[in-house]
């Protein structure tokens, strides 16, 4: 059972009042907090004793974000400002920090505070977690600090956290997760910190809502604990990157992502990537895809081969995926194998098939998350890097392509 609104946002304004006041923000937090809650997460910071004072987060989602000189990063329940001034000082002069709070009196003490601080290339705006009030593909991470389990409405929360990334963005939060054995009665007799935290979601209800939100590289992990039956958890996520045909401008990243692969020593029987026009030679000119950043830069890249050029084998690929050692565990290739399967079968193609190392299990388990079987292991079939190699065979078979009767 989900807190309503407007008690969250009096009780919330009611301690902004307090901090403003010069009183600190002691009215949401009770014996013991200081040990699971606020600042003390934060060792190691710069931060002026009186933003400390009025941390009211059960993380630090700057330890999860990993935030990089000129990115945008938006805070959802920025209250005070604490994690916004500490992005800002992140992200540098090239980069923007914004704040969303819905609670006026908080925004206002975090706009002194960072006055204060004399943070610049900071801003607060007021609005709802459930409706943020900035455009599509507008932000390169989003944070937030022990709030989305205030929402009554998550599945909306996630889905405008996915419209306001760009692709490839990045979701590193904190936030309250709830035991799965966390009964209804229970729930409804949360008191003390955790009085507004009986909608906390369960750790596989939050990975579900993710992945319903078109999430990838979803990962939630318990830190501590903040109640009975209640966690701080770390929760990372990343939008799926935007795919776009490959481009002769793209040339020289996919190159590169593809001797980085070789370079494990895992990816392919060769050992040195050939220039572009052998590349190009080889290679079908349909289907080939890569995955972009918000800078437009190569994350990975998918492409097919002919099999044989006997008409019988006309719906038959091979192919190959690579993917920027920097972007693994961000779903860039699941997103380029779908987009894949989507291109050649418009196109009619029945078969998609591969060879992966047995070691390769990244690329194994990645396959057969994509609905692609593993059709046994051909021994020893080659030598490489002077050892002979065995090969797992793999296929995807489409159900729409290549399937009319006779």
């Known amino acids: 059972m989900s807190p309503d609104r407007d008690v969250v946002r009096e009780r919330y304004g009611t301690a902004a009042r307090r901090a403003l006041a010069g009183e600190g923000t002691g009215l949401l937090t009770g014996d013991g907090d200081a040990e699971r809650l606020g600042a003390v997460h934060y060792t190691g910071e710069e931060i002026p004793a009186e933003v400390t004072a009025t941390s009211l987060g059960c993380g630090n989602p700057l330890a999860v ?6 990115e945008t990063v938006l805070d959802l329940g920025s209250g005070g400002g604490l994690d916004v001034l500490l992005s800002a000082r992140r992200v540098g002069p090239a980069g923007r920090a914004i704040g969303l709070d819905m609670t006026d009196d908080m925004l206002t003490l975090a706009r002194r505070h960072a006055d204060q601080a004399g943070v610049t290339n900071a801003e607060f705006v007021n609005g709802t977690i459930e409706r943020i009030p900035l455009p599509d593909a507008s932000v390169d991470v989003v944070i937030s600090n022990c709030v989305i389990a205030l929402s009554s409405d998550k599945p909306a929360v996630f889905a405008e956290i ?47 809502l993710l992945r319903d939100a078109g999430f990838a590289g979803i990962d939630v992990r318990l830190t501590h604990e903040v109640g009975d039956k209640l966690h701080s958890a770390i929760i990372r996520a990343t939008r799926p990157p935007l795919v776009i045909p490959m481009a002769a401008d793209h040339a020289e990243q996919v190159l590169a992502t593809y001797q980085a692969g070789l370079d494990t020593g895992h990816a392919s029987f060769e050992t040195t990537a050939p220039d572009w026009a052998t590349w190009d030679a080889v290679h079908l000119p349909a289907h080939r895809l890569v995955a972009l950043d918000a800078a437009g830069d190569v994350l990975g890249w998918t492409a097919v081969s002919a099999v044989s050029y006997r008409c019988v084998y006309a719906g038959v690929v091979e192919h190959s995926v690579y993917v920027r050692p920097t972007a693994h565990g961000q779903g860039v290739g699941y997103a380029l194998l779908n987009a894949l399967i989507s291109s050649t079968e418009k196109a009619g193609i029945w078969t998609i098939q591969s060879g992966i190392f047995p070691e390769n299990s990244a690329s194994r388990a990645l396959h057969r998350r994509a609905g692609f079987r593993e059709l046994g292991t051909r021994e020893r079939i080659g030598r490489h890097h002077g050892q002979w190699r065995d090969v797992v065979m793999i296929e995807r078979r489409s159900a729409a392509a290549g399937i009319a009767s006779d």
């Not at 974000?65 to 000129?70: E, I, T, V, Y």
């Not at 904190?174 to 750790?203: F, S």
């Open 65 to 70: 974000a990993d935030l990089h000189p000129g």
């Open 162 to 208: 996915a419209r306001v990334l760009r692709p490839g963005g990045r979701l590193g939060i904190t936030d309250i997760v709830a035991d799965h054995t966390l009964t209804d009665a229970e729930r409804a007799a949360r008191t003390g910190v955790v009085e507004c935290l009986g909608g906390a979601l369960t750790a596989g209800r939050y990975r579900a």
